[in-house]
C-alpha cells in the first residue's frame, strides 16, 4: 500500500506540467467541488486556512476577461497588492527565468525579438488560455508572508489533485497585475488581496505550447544538508 501510493504520488509531481492550451471539454461542477475539497486538506498556519478560490463562469467571466484584455492591450498599469518577484532579481534567479520564457517561446517559435508573438501569448493569461474552468485566488488582505505561504500549500494540493483525475492546471500570476479591476468586476472588497487565477481543464496535448519542458536546478543547490 505504501510502496503503491509513492509511486502514484512521484508520478504525479513528477507528470505535472503548466498547461497552457485545453481541449474544448467540459469539466463537471462536482469535479471542480471535489478539486476544492481537496485543496482545502491543505495544512495551514494555526488552521486558519486563509484564502478564497472564486469560479469565474458565463458573463462574467466574458466580461472579466475583456476588461483584462483592454486594459492589457492599452499598456495599462496598476499597483500590485503584493511583489511576486525579488527586485532586483538576482542573476540566479534570472537565468532560471530567462531558462523558463526560453522553453515556453520555444515551443511556441517565438523567436527573442518577436515582441508581438510574445505579447500574444501573454494576453493569453487574461483568457485563462481558454480553459473551461477559470478561478481567481484572493487571500485575506492583512495576512503576511506566512499567507502566502499557506495558500501555496492549497495551490499545489489542487493541482496534484486535477493531475490525479486527469486534468491539467496553469497558476497565473499574472492576474495579479489588475487587483483593482479584478475586483471591480467580480464585486470583492478591499479586504480581497488577488493573488493569483488559476486555469484547469483537460490538456490539448497536441498544441505546440503544452511542448514547453522546464527543468529543475540541481538538487544540491536545493537541498543542503549541514552536520
Ligand atoms: C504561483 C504561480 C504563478 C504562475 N504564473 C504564471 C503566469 O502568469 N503565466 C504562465 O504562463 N505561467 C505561470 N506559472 C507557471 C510557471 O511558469 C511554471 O510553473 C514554471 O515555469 C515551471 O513549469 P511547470 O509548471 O511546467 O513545471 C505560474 C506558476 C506559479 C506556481
Not at 486538506?41 to 484564502?51: D, E, F, H, V, Y
Not at 537565468?95 to 525579438?113: E, I, K, W
Not at 495579479?176 to 464585486?187: K, N
Request: glycine share 8%; aromatic share 8%; proline share 4%.
Amino acid at each position: 500500500m505504501g510502496q503503491a501510493l509513492d509511486t502514484c504520488l512521484a508520478g504525479l509531481t513528477a507528470d505535472r506540467r503548466s498547461v497552457r492550451a485545453y481541449r474544448n471539454q467540459a469539466v463537471s461542477d462536482a469535479d471542480v467541488r471535489a478539486l476544492l475539497e481537496q485543496a482545502r486538506q491543505a495544512p495551514s498556519g494555526a488552521n486558519l486556512q486563509p484564502g478564497t478560490f472564486v469560479q469565474v463562469r458565463g458573463v462574467v467571466r466574458e466580461q472579466l476577461c475583456a476588461k483584462l484584455m483592454q486594459a492589457w492591450q492599452q499598456g495599462q498599469q496598476e499597483t500590485e497588492d503584493y511583489a511576486y518577484f525579488p527586485k532586483p532579481m538576482p542573476m540566479t534567479l534570472r537565468r532560471r527565468q530567462v531558462a523558463a520564457a526560453q522553453a515556453l517561446y520555444g515551443a511556441l517559435g517565438v523567436t527573442r525579438d518577436d515582441r508581438a508573438g510574445r505579447d500574444l501569448q501573454f494576453e493569453r493569461n487574461f483568457r485563462f488560455f481558454d480553459a473551461p474552468v477559470a478561478l481567481i485566488v484572493t487571500l485575506e488582505h492583512d495576512f503576511g508572508p506566512g499567507g502566502y505561504m499557506d495558500l501555496g500549500m492549497s495551490l499545489y494540493g489542487l493541482m496534484l489533485a486535477a493531475q490525479a483525475k486527469g486534468l491539467a492546471t496553469c497558476a497565473i500570476g499574472a492576474m495579479a497585475s489588475y487587483p483593482s479591476l479584478i475586483r471591480q468586476q467580480l464585486g470583492l472588497d478591499a479586504h480581497h488581496t488577488i493573488v493569483c487565477g488559476m486555469a484547469i481543464g483537460y490538456a490539448d496535448a497536441d498544441a505546440p505550447v503544452n511542448q514547453t519542458q522546464t527543468t529543475r536546478c540541481e538538487i544540491d543547490e536545493y537541498f543542503k544538508v549541514l552536520g
